[in-house]
């Protein structure tokens, strides 16, 4: 059974930076698309970015637009999302998720279109 690996989350304080990395235990994560989400205990899984196959085919929900950044690594066969200037409010755990259905593409960030995976990393912003 395929599935993806979050790595790189951690604890920093409010202004400060990580860098997430998203893996396949097949190896290649040339899906069709990748998407980022993240959830925080009794409230709904959020998806915030998503990165399509193609040069700059990226998206970006407002609450992380700016801050945030998506790529692809297809020489390391990962999927890393910067991020940066992080607030409290983006406190959570984060999962990466794909797939290689060419409609789950148009309806990134809906994460019920995902079929793939991770088991999330948490990040934590604070004081």
């Known amino acids: 059974q395929v599935q993806l690996q979050e790595s790189g989350g951690g604890w920093t304080e409010p202004g400060g930076s990580l860098r997430l990395s998203c893996r396949s235990s097949?190896?290649?994560?040339?899906?069709?698309?990748v998407g980022w989400f993240r959830q925080v205990p009794g409230k709904d899984r959020e998806g915030f970015s998503c990165?399509?196959?193609?040069?700059?085919?990226?998206w970006y929900s407002g609450s992380v637009k700016g801050r945030f950044t998506v790529s692809r690594d297809n020489a390391e066969n990962t999927v890393y999302l910067e991020m940066k200037d992080l607030e409290p409010e983006d406190t959570a755990t984060y999962f990466c998720?794909?797939?290689?259905?060419?409609?789950?593409?148009?309806?990134?960030?809906?994460?019920?279109?995902?079929?793939?995976w991770g088991q999330g990393t948490p990040v934590t912003v604070s004081t």
């Open positions: 990165i399509r196959r193609g040069e700059g085919n990226t």
């Open positions: 097949e190896g290649s994560m040339d899906y069709t698309v």
């Open positions: 998720a794909a797939d290689s259905n060419p409609l789950t593409q148009y309806n990134c960030p809906d994460y019920r279109y995902f079929r793939l």
